[in-house]
């Protein structure tokens, strides 16, 4: 019986790694034969968020996060290293997913290298898909990235701005590396007879046409604005999107951290709470999760997203997503799912300057969402296609 360990996963509190789980969990258990174990720092809440899946959930005794350390059983170190080697001897291939683990922004890079470097020093089989890497910063981080890197059995990337990182400033064999697609663009939405009853409960009427924004509470972290400024651009943002295209809003807070800092719902409030004469609706009942907010923002007119995996979970849907971004991670998805043909300018704005020009949101209010749909529509069966693909290429490792 294969058994897979997924590995690069923090917590499922993010709609995004839940998106990303889930999708990986679901294609690869559909053979009564192969089982999943994913690797995750808040495991009781992951067993609950990827119910259905067919993954089974296990504290990560390779990387031990202390800001989520009260989600975790307790466990003397004797017991965490021996469970550790218990999960690496019952392995028969180590997935890394996370999306953008793998960069200087977040610190982590290098303690989530440690699982695929001990499997690969017992020969078992590694491999890391739809991945976005760097940049590095750090000298340290890129070596022990490309290290591994250059051991796995199986290397893809979500998009071309990772692939020429990687080939280029990294220097790893083109032939290694495969460009592949996200693999939350294989995620099954909820039902619409759910999806409605979802926006009822929030205050919409089910029939009207409404237009999504996904705020991060997280985003000023990673760039140079303030919390007071973000609130600002946010809120005009939100002010605009109703006084141009008359259709409500649904604020969809994709993360439900534990952690305040990250707690998208927090964010999505504060926003609705100023603008008390516009029709805002929060979608933030306990619950919720990935393949809900899939469907919400897949009815949507348009979708303006903070959070990565909320735009791909619109674009995935056919539905027309503009990414305000702090990292390359943004323009790359983005620019790649919609091709040449759409400046890329128009669908991914660096968050910082978005937040600084007082008129950016006039211009994202006034974009024409049928014409971005109509050529969404001539792209999106190829990035399905290529996250499917690495669905085969991971069975196809296994199979060797």
Not at 71 to 91: D, Y
Request: include cysteine; aromatic fraction near 4%.
């Amino acid at each position: 019986m294969p058994n897979i360990l997924i590995t690069g996963v923090t917590s499922c509190e993010s709609r995004g790694v839940e998106a990303l789980v889930r999708s990986l969990a679901t294609a690869l258990t559909t053979t009564a034969d192969t089982t999943v174990t994913v690797l995750t720092q808040t495991p009781d809440l992951d067993t609950a968020a990827l119910a259905g899946s067919g993954a089974s959930c296990t504290a990560d005794p390779f990387v031990v996060s202390r800001s989520w350390a009260t989600q975790r059983p307790v466990e003397t170190e004797q017991h965490r290293r021996e469970r550790a080697s218990r999960l690496l001897r019952n392995a028969d291939l180590v997935l890394a997913t996370g999306g953008d683990l793998h960069t200087s922004d977040y610190g982590v890079s290098t303690s989530y290298l440690a699982v695929l470097d001990r499997a690969q020093n017992l020969g078992v089989p590694t491999a890391m898909v739809g991945q976005s890497v760097g940049p590095f910063t750090d000298p340290a981080e890129q070596a022990a990235f490309t290290a591994t890197a250059g051991r796995l059995d199986l290397l893809t990337v979500r998009e071309t701005t990772t692939l020429a990182y990687l080939v280029g400033e990294l220097a790893l064999p083109a032939d290694q590396v495969l460009l592949s697609a996200d693999p939350a663009f294989l995620l099954r939405p909820s039902s619409t007879d759910r999806t409605a009853h979802l926006l009822t409960d929030a205050g919409l009427d089910a029939a009207q046409e409404y237009v999504c924004l996904a705020p991060s509470r997280g985003v000023t972290r990673y760039s140079p604005i303030t919390d007071a400024q973000h609130l600002d651009a946010l809120t005009r943002l939100t002010d605009t999107l109703w006084r141009v295209r008359r259709q409500p809003l649904v604020l969809v807070p994709h993360c439900h951290d534990s952690r305040e800092h990250n707690d998208d719902r927090l964010l999505a409030r504060q926003i609705a709470a100023r603008l008390p004469d516009v029709p805002v609706h929060v979608l933030d009942a306990a619950g919720t999760g990935a393949a809900d907010y899939k469907a919400v923002l897949g009815g949507a007119e348009l979708v303006v997203s903070e959070r990565l995996h909320a735009s791909i979970g619109a674009l995935s849907s056919g539905t027309p997503a503009v990414a305000l971004g702090h990292s390359p991670k943004f323009h790359g998805v983005l620019a790649d799912t919609y091709g040449p043909g759409v400046p890329a300018g128009d669908v991914h704005h660096d968050i910082a300057v978005f937040t600084s020009d007082p008129a950016a949101a006039g211009h994202l209010a006034h974009l024409d969402a049928d014409k971005l749909r109509d050529h969404l529509a001539t792209r999106l069966p190829n990035a399905v296609a290529l996250a499917t693909e690495d669905i085969a290429r991971v069975r196809a490792l296994l199979n060797s």
